[in-house]
């Protein structure tokens, strides 16, 4: 399968602060991809640099085979793009703008109309053709900003942060439509997401940025099989007065009743049961099972 974005040694500073220092970077055809890091790991950079928005000070991209500085008109037209600013003209309709933004990418007022009344009744907006945008809440205007990112049947689809503020239903909805589009529609999905549990269910592939480049995971992927203790009840409050030390050495993830810690090998995990029988700490489960997407996360991303 082609690859519809390449990024090779992608360098660039913003002042004196260096944000991509060697990124890497390859995206198939029709498929989701996720560009995951921290908040400064040059995620939204590397969004802007595929979009053309910006120019590299050293490496390459291109995207559709094509340098996006040199082709933006050609390639911004196969693009769709959401980002964290919705940028809604929030005193017009839902009509009036998508009409708008349709005519912007040159589409005829029947084409306008026929994505319009298939994407709304999607969203199930169809009754609030005619409602002012303002009057929304953020659920609401998000599905208008999604619905104008792909009124024009774009290509490549980017997606920066596209559950951010979104309860968990509107959140599904949201995965259910970008995963129709791969599948029915055969679009190239690039998105960012702090939403780990959620997005792992539709994405194809992912890389992890950190300080500008992508993180090497060599040892650990979703497909590995791992050990994972659960401490609960009273334990929990032993075991918090050595979080600090244990947390150094080991994945560990705090859910609201219970502590997981993840452990990659049947060594590791004699050591680390070992210390907890020091601390006077009693597990209430082990099982062996595969590393989530969040569980990679934490260990190469943080």
Do not use: W
């Not at 490549?156 to 979104?166: H, T, V, Y």
């Not at 992508?214 to 979703?222: E, F, K, N, P, W």
């Amino acid at each position: 399968m082609g690859k519809v974005v390449k990024i090779i040694g992608a360098r660039k500073t913003f002042g004196e602060k260096p944000v991509l220092t060697g990124l890497n970077l390859s995206i198939p055809k029709q498929s989701i991809y996720a560009i995951l890091g921290h908040n400064g790991a040059g995620k939204t950079t590397t969004c802007r640099i595929i979009q053309g928005l910006c120019n590299l000070d050293e490496g390459s991209v291109t995207v559709f085979g094509e340098e996006p500085t040199k082709n933006f008109k050609a390639i911004s037209r196969k693009l769709g793009v959401l980002s964290e600013d919705l940028g809604l003209y929030e005193n017009l309709t839902i009509k009036e703008y998508l009409h708008m933004y349709g005519s912007i990418y040159g589409m005829d007022k029947k084409s306008i109309n026929m994505q319009i009344d298939r994407l709304l009744e999607y969203f199930e907006l169809s009754d609030s053709l005619n409602t002012t945008i303002s009057k929304f809440s953020r659920g609401m205007k998000k599905k208008v900003a999604l619905i104008r990112t792909v009124i024009h049947d774009p290509s490549l689809i980017i997606l920066d942060e596209p559950l951010n503020g979104l309860d968990p239903v509107i959140a599904e909805k949201f995965c259910e439509f970008i995963y129709k589009l791969k599948k029915e529609e055969k679009k190239t999905i690039i998105l960012t997401s702090h939403h780990l549990d959620e997005i792992e269910k539709i994405i194809d592939d992912y890389s992890i940025l950190k300080h500008g480049k992508t993180v090497d995971i060599v040892d650990d992927t979703t497909d590995e099989l791992i050990y994972q203790i659960k401490i609960s009840g009273d334990s929990i409050e032993a075991f918090n007065l050595h979080f600090e030390a244990l947390s150094r050495a080991y994945r560990i993830l705090h859910n609201r009743d219970d502590i997981l810690i993840s452990l990659s090998s049947e060594k590791e995990l004699n050591n680390f049961i070992g210390n907890l029988i020091e601390k006077d700490i009693y597990l209430t489960a082990l099982n062996r099972c595969k590393s989530s997407l969040k569980e990679v996360y934490m260990r190469y991303g943080s």
